[in-house]
């Protein structure tokens, strides 16, 4: 079973940005580069939600931002650490949520994800 461990969130005022990480346990070591990879979102009661993905090695990477974060949020991998991140820019205070890590084709468990708060 693969485990991952999201990290990198914290308060930050609107405006700023936060860098998330993604790792995924040793035991996904072979299958990690050629699986579809996301970061999630769950604020406050609402339905948890893909905002960001990264393809796998065969599709070059190739990666997808949800509207709402285009521009300001950028997806990449590190397949060699079986790590995958968010780099988060501009952020806004319905940026805030809770922010996980799977594998859109391929879920596993979910991390305890990682808290962004944004504050006015």
């Known amino acids: 079973q693969v485990q991952l461990v999201e990290s990198g969130g914290g308060l930050v005022q609107a405006g700023g940005s936060l860098r998330l990480s993604c790792a995924a346990s040793r035991s996904a070591f072979t299958a990690f580069s050629v699986k579809t990879i996301g970061w999630y979102r769950q604020a406050p009661g609402k339905e948890r939600e893909l905002v960001a993905s990264v393809g796998s090695v065969y599709s070059g990477a190739r990666t997808n931002h949800a509207d709402s974060v285009k521009g300001r949020f950028t997806i990449s991998r590190d397949n060699s650490n079986r790590t995958v991140y968010l780099q988060m820019n501009s952020l806004k205070p319905e940026d805030t949520a809770v922010y996980y890590c799977?594998?859109?084709?391929?879920?596993?468990?979910w991390g305890q994800g990682t808290q962004v708060t944004v504050s006015s």
């Open positions: 799977n594998f859109p084709n391929a879920m596993t468990t």
